[in-house]
């Protein structure tokens, strides 16, 4: 059966292929994006699986916006992909040179905006009900090697924190959530170190492992909550 799929950060890389592979599966596919990229426009064109549609998530408006026709369709949520985030090269510094304007902004983004998008949706999300978080490593506080980068380690620490208690909350509707590194990705976030790096992954390949993992998840333990792309967990 034809599952209703939204995906956040749908423009380009990871969220762009999540939405490719499951159109490929005749899923039905609301894509959000800052921007709407020529790509997505074009994407759009070929289907009728597809609606397009702008979507700040750092603006409660316009994610409530984004999901009025979702709500109207009326049918539950199979699949909610928070993609979209944000990274900066500037925040690659000590806290002397942090700027704590970006920090405030990246933690409202890549935390906060993955909150207002589940709450917008909160009326189709019911049992068996899968949400994907893509969070990083970087928000690991077990794993924390880094003397630089608050805003965005921090940003998904918080978002961590924001998945484990939406999955306690949501767990007596038997909706799960699930935080995905999703690897250092040879996209634009990525920068060209990833473009020239052997142990860089695609986004492709990257979307195909995160969308297999949420299509069987019934084989991931209930307690495992933060993983790799590949299903390898992390502490958190």
């Known amino acids: 059966m034809n599952k209703t799929i939204v995906v956040t950060g749908a423009g380009r890389g990871l969220g762009y292929n999540i939405a490719m ?52 369709n009326g049918k539950q949520i199979d699949i909610l992909y928070n993609v979209a ?28 905006g993955a909150l ?56 007596k509707r038997a909706v799960r959530v699930l935080n995905f590194h999703p690897g250092w990705m040879r996209t634009a976030m990525g920068g060209q170190p990833a473009m020239e790096s052997s142990n860089s992954v695609s986004p ?3 979307a195909r492992d995160i969308v297999k993992i949420a299509l069987e998840i019934d084989k991931i333990p209930k307690d495992q909550l933060y993983m790799e792309h590949t299903g390898k967990p992390l502490p958190w």
């Open 116 to 171: 207002r998008v589940c709450k917008a949706a909160l009326p189709l999300l019911s049992s068996g009900t899968v949400i994907i978080n893509i969070s990083s490593e970087a928000g690991s506080i077990g794993n924390c090697w880094r003397e630089q980068e608050y805003s965005y380690c921090m940003s998904k620490a918080a978002l961590n924190m924001g998945s484990k208690i939406m999955s306690n909350e949501f767990s």
């Open 21 to 72: 592979l499951h159109l490929e599966m005749k899923d039905h596919v609301y894509a959000y994006d800052y921007a709407l990229t020529d790509e997505l426009k074009h994407l759009e064109e070929g289907t009728d699986l597809l609606r397009i549609q702008q979507c700040d998530i750092a603006v409660t408006d316009s994610v409530v916006n984004a999901m009025q026709e979702v709500l109207e």
């Open 85 to 112: 985030g944000v990274f900066s090269y500037k925040e690659k510094v000590g806290l002397a040179e942090t700027d704590l304007d970006m920090c405030t902004s990246m933690y409202n983004i890549n935390a906060v």
């Open 204 to 206: 492709e390949e990257s």
